[in-house]
T-cell receptor
Framework: DADVTQTPRNRITKTGKRIMLECSQT?????MYWYRQDPGLGLRLIYY???????NKGEISDGYSVSRQAQAKFSLSLESAIPNQTALYFC????????????FGPGTRLLVL | GDSVTQMEGPVTLSEEACLTI???????????LFWYVQYPGEGLQLLLK?????DKGSNKGFEATYRKETTSFHLEKGSVQVSDSAVYFC?????????????FGKGTKLSVKP
C-alpha cells in the first residue's frame, strides 16, 4: 500500500463550489504539506503543518484553508472554487531530521469550470 | 529569499546519449539539495540528494555534486534510457531559512527517443 494517499484522484467542480481534498499517510511523519503544480511553474507551497497544532501559510495560501485532523490526515479546502485554481495538487510528508526529504502522494487533478 | 533556477526544457535526447540538467541555487546558510523525478501521471519521487558541500548524490545511474563555490547541483547521466523520460525538479531545503520547506525549480521535461 502507498505511504501517502490522496482522494479524490480527479475532480471536476464548478465555480463557487466548496471542495475538499484529502491526504492520509502511514509513514508516521509529523510534517505534512500541500502543493499545487502548474505547467511551467513547478510546485508552489500552499500550507504546511509541523504537527497537529501547528499550521502555517505557504507561498500561495489565499483562497485555500486546511485542517489537520490527526497526525496522519491533512485536508485542503477550497471555500469557493475559481477557474484559476485548476491545477494538480500534491500532498507530501517529511520527518523531523531537518534534511528536508519529502514523500509525495500521487496527486489530485482538479478542474474548476 | 531562497530560490532555485534550473534549465528550461523540454530536452529531447536519443537513447544512450549523455544528459546534463543544470541547476543553480540562492540560499543563506547551508541548504540540502535534491533532485526529484516525476514520471507521467505520478507524484514526485526523490531521485537523489546531497546535504553538504562536495557531497555527491547518486541513484539509478544519475549523479549530482553539491558545489558550494558555484552554488550548483547539476544532474548528470552518462547514458539515458527511454524509461528516463520524465520531468526532473531541482529543489533545496534550508532548515535555517525556510524551516525545512522545499523550494523547487520549475522542472525540466526530458524525452528520450529510441
Amino acid at each position: 500500500d502507498a505511504d501517502v494517499t490522496q482522494t479524490p484522484r480527479n475532480r471536476i467542480t464548478k465555480t463557487g463550489k466548496r471542495i475538499m481534498l484529502e491526504c492520509s499517510q502511514t509513514k508516521g511523519h509529523d510534517r505534512m504539506y500541500w502543493y499545487r503544480q502548474d505547467p511551467g511553474l513547478g510546485l508552489r507551497l500552499i500550507y504546511y503543518s509541523f504537527d497537529v497544532k501547528d499550521i502555517n501559510k505557504g507561498e500561495i495560501s489565499d483562497g485555500y484553508s486546511v485542517s489537520r485532523q490527526a497526525q496522519a490526515k491533512f485536508s485542503l479546502s477550497l471555500e469557493s472554487a475559481i477557474p484559476n485554481q485548476t491545477a494538480l495538487y500534491f500532498c507530501a510528508t517529511s520527518d523531523e531530521d531537518g534534511l528536508g526529504t519529502q514523500y509525495f502522494g500521487p496527486g489530485t487533478r482538479l478542474l474548476v469550470l | 529569499g531562497d530560490s532555485v533556477t534550473q534549465m528550461e526544457g523540454p530536452v529531447t535526447l536519443s537513447e544512450e546519449a549523455c544528459l546534463t540538467i543544470n541547476c543553480t541555487y540562492t540560499a543563506t546558510g547551508y541548504p540540502s539539495l535534491f533532485w526529484y523525478v516525476q514520471y507521467p501521471g505520478e507524484g514526485l519521487q526523490l531521485l537523489l540528494k546531497a546535504t553538504k558541500a562536495d557531497d555527491k548524490g547518486s541513484n539509478k545511474g544519475f549523479e549530482a555534486t553539491y558545489r558550494k563555490e558555484t552554488t550548483s547541483f547539476h544532474l548528470e547521466k552518462g547514458s539515458v534510457q527511454v524509461s528516463d523520460s520524465a520531468v526532473y525538479f531541482c529543489a533545496l531545503s534550508n532548515y535555517g531559512g525556510s524551516q525545512g520547506n522545499l523550494i523547487f525549480g520549475k522542472g525540466t521535461k526530458l524525452s528520450v527517443k529510441p
